[in-house]
């Protein structure tokens, strides 16, 4: 099995910044691509970022305020949040792409979601 443990979300001030992680565990085999999303309550989970071995991308909403990145020998992906508005609120959810080491298929994963609040 793969588990994904999320952990950085908390209080965060507007034009602040948070830092979140996911770390992914268990049987991996390989890591395709990574991803964040959000939920706001009262609105659909959205994409945040992705990135893959060679690319990320961004929703327009957080492109040149947030980044993301990964750590492979850690199995670990980040999301960088700076200039934080009151928008960012939401629970914070990582997906990643994993290729199982028991069974060599592919699958994807969620964390179980971290909350984040811009708030002053």
């Known amino acids: 099995q793969v588990q994904l443990v999320e952990s950085g979300g908390g209080l965060g001030q507007p034009g602040g910044s948070l830092r979140l992680s996911c770390a992914a565990s268990?049987?991996?085999?390989?890591?395709?691509?990574m991803g964040w999303y959000r939920q706001a309550p009262g609105k659909e989970r959205e994409l945040v970022a992705t990135?893959?071995?060679?690319?990320?991308t961004y929703a327009d909403s957080v492109k040149g305020r947030f980044t993301i990145s990964r750590d492979d020998p850690k199995n670990t992906l980040y999301l960088q949040m700076n200039s934080l508005k009151p928008e960012d609120t939401a629970v914070y959810y990582c997906?990643?792409?994993?290729?199982?080491?028991?069974?060599?298929?592919?699958?994807?994963?969620w964390g179980q979601g971290t909350q984040v609040t811009v708030s002053s």
């Open positions: 268990g049987t991996i085999f390989s890591i395709n691509a």
């Open positions: 997906k990643v792409q994993v290729r199982d080491s028991r069974t060599y298929s592919w699958g994807d994963y």
């Open positions: 990135i893959t071995r060679g690319a990320s």
